[in-house]
């Protein structure tokens, strides 16, 4: 019997963002064959001023989930989590992260007893997990927050130094709203889809492991050694883009989480 509190799985509005991109990509080239192709001029002029307001969307869309999408994105992740979480008690457990939180659909299910809130959204990366936190973070009060980003900052073209002291930023803004709070950091996946990230990402796992010892608010979940196996990507752990995971690499995280949260003593 499911709970009665769990949350139904989220719908990603970023991912239904690019589904409109995909079907507008569609409609344009059907209009640009009836203007080449049909006589009558007036069709042609319908369809060149649909065309040209077709563009426009793309050109806005190719500026990316970076580009003026975001608001539109952001104010629907906003409305899943009120919708989902916002008359849940005070001190749950967050997961704050990228789209391998949020096409994590068993989240709740899979990290039962303990009390989970999914508050991923996909395409994140520090700068708006920072940018958003005031609507999707801090109201829920959580007890401790799973942190996972890292992939979509190196994707994003920053130096490693530049997400390094990004991070530093992050978790230290989110203690200071927060100072009641644990932080679980997640280590950066070895993702066999981005495999041109990987020196980078294990050079930041380095840096995390040594950063989050020092503070004791933070705490670290090295997922290299399970989701690797004798220096090679296990491919077998993730859908077929290699970028997300899917049951088996998220059954590989939630034996590990439940293991820190025992480790540090929380109860469900």
């Known amino acids: 019997m499911q709970d009665k509190n769990q949350a139904k799985p989220l719908k990603d509005p970023m991912?239904?963002?690019?589904r409109w991109i995909k079907i507008t990509s569609v409609a344009l080239v059907a209009l640009i064959l009836v203007i080449l192709f049909v006589k009558n001029l007036w069709i042609r002029i319908a369809c060149a001023i649909v065309a040209v307001a077709i563009l426009g969307f793309l050109y806005v869309a190719a500026r990316g989930c970076l580009g003026p999408l975001v608001p539109v994105a952001m104010w629907g992740y906003g409305r899943q989590?009120?919708?989902?979480?916002?008359?849940?008690?005070?001190?749950?457990?967050?997961?704050?992260?990228?789209?391998?939180?949020?096409?994590?659909?068993?989240?709740?299910?899979?990290m039962a007893p303990y009390h989970a809130q999914n508050h991923g959204f996909g395409g994140s990366n520090d700068k708006l997990l920072m940018a958003q936190a005031e609507k999707f973070l801090y109201p829920y009060k959580p007890s401790v927050v799973f942190l996972q980003t890292g992939s979509n900052d190196n994707v994003g073209g920053l130096t490693l130094e530049q997400i390094m002291e990004n991070k530093k930023k992050?978790?230290?803004?989110?203690?200071?709203h927060l100072p009641d709070a644990k932080f679980v950091v997640m280590s950066g996946l070895p993702l066999p889809g981005r495999p041109m990230h990987w020196e980078n990402i294990n050079k930041l796992n380095q840096f995390l492991e040594d950063y989050c010892s020092k503070l004791d608010y933070l705490e670290f979940i090295n997922a290299t050694p399970f989701m690797m196996k004798d220096g090679n990507f296990r491919p077998e752990y993730y859908v077929k883009d290699g970028v997300h995971l899917n049951a088996d690499g998220h059954e590989q995280w939630t034996a590990?989480?439940?293991?820190?949260?025992?480790e540090m003593g929380i109860k469900p």
Do not use: C, Q
């Not at 990228?98 to 096409?103: D, E, K, V």
């Open 170 to 176: 992050m978790y230290a803004t989110f203690h200071e």
């Open 15 to 18: 991912l239904i963002a690019l």
């Open 256 to 262: 590990a989480m439940k293991k820190k949260l025992e």
């Open 81 to 110: 989590f009120r919708k989902n979480y916002g008359k849940r008690p005070a001190g749950e457990i967050v997961f704050y992260g990228a789209s391998n939180f949020t096409l994590w659909k068993t989240l709740e299910e899979d």
